[in-house]
């Protein structure tokens, strides 16, 4: 069973504004990643967050953690036609890793 | 260069006949993990290594199996491939004995007819 869901499922920007994704997961965790995916490669590690930190930022990706709503975001800001891609977010517990299905992010220049 | 490499990138094969697509990084991690992406579905984890030796099922072993016999390779099986297992596959590690961040492979893609 898929542990974290994003949403949305595609989001559409212009280059230069600010995207936010979500993920909603279902058990409880021992830390949560955020990765990117470019069009049929392999995923990039961006930010990882554990389960007793709220909130994590790296360059222009900031990420939140709420453990009671068990939910996280991910934002990216001053968007860029580069950071087209897909972007999933995993939950670690114990040692497993569970994906979701993935924000589409599409950034027009 | 640090990486995670996979062979073969692209696979064509037919129902039944064994095959393996290996998986070789070198970093030293003690975790690995094989996942198979599925339009719609994401990426579910097949298998995963804490090390040598140490192997455990993910969300989706049936129908694959694993070997850890050095740190650094993690191949996975295929006995009798079937068309539904026809799948984009990635190999990852991570240091540690947990799924810290992890380093993907390229990707191999198996289509089973």
């Known amino acids: 069973s898929q542990q974290g869901e994003e949403d949305p499922q595609a989001l559409s920007i212009q280059e230069g504004e600010n995207a936010t994704m979500n993920c909603s997961y279902k058990?409880?965790?021992?830390?949560l990643q955020w990765y990117r995916q470019n069009s049929g490669r392999g995923l990039v590690h961006l930010i990882l967050?554990?389960?007793?930190?709220r909130e994590k930022h790296s360059g222009r990706l900031r990420v939140t953690l709420d453990t009671s709503k068990k939910s996280s975001s991910l934002l990216i800001t001053a968007s860029r036609a580069a950071d087209t891609a897909s972007y999933f977010c995993?939950?670690?517990?114990?040692?497993?890793?569970?994906f979701g299905s993935g924000t589409r992010l599409q950034v027009q220049p | 260069e640090a990486q995670v490499t996979q062979n073969p990138r692209y696979l064509i094969t037919v129902t039944g006949k064994k095959l393996t697509v290996t998986c070789s990084q070198n970093?030293?991690?003690?975790?690995m993990s094989w996942y198979r992406q599925d339009p719609g579905l994401g990426l579910r984890q097949i298998y995963y290594?804490?090390?040598?030796?140490v192997t455990d099922k993910g969300d989706v072993p049936e129908g694959y199996k694993v070997s850890r016999k050095e740190k650094r390779n993690f191949p996975l099986i295929l006995e009798s491939p079937s068309p539904n297992q026809t799948s984009l596959y990635f190999c990852?590690?991570?240091w540690g004995q947990g799924a810290n961040e992890q380093y993907f492979g390229p990707g191999t893609r198996l289509t089973v007819t």
């Open positions: 990852a590690s991570s």
């Open positions: 058990t409880s965790i021992n830390n």
């Open positions: 967050i554990r389960s007793n930190e």
């Open positions: 995993a939950t670690v517990n114990r040692r497993a890793l569970t």
């Open positions: 970093m030293n991690h003690e975790y």
């Open positions: 290594s804490m090390n040598v030796e």
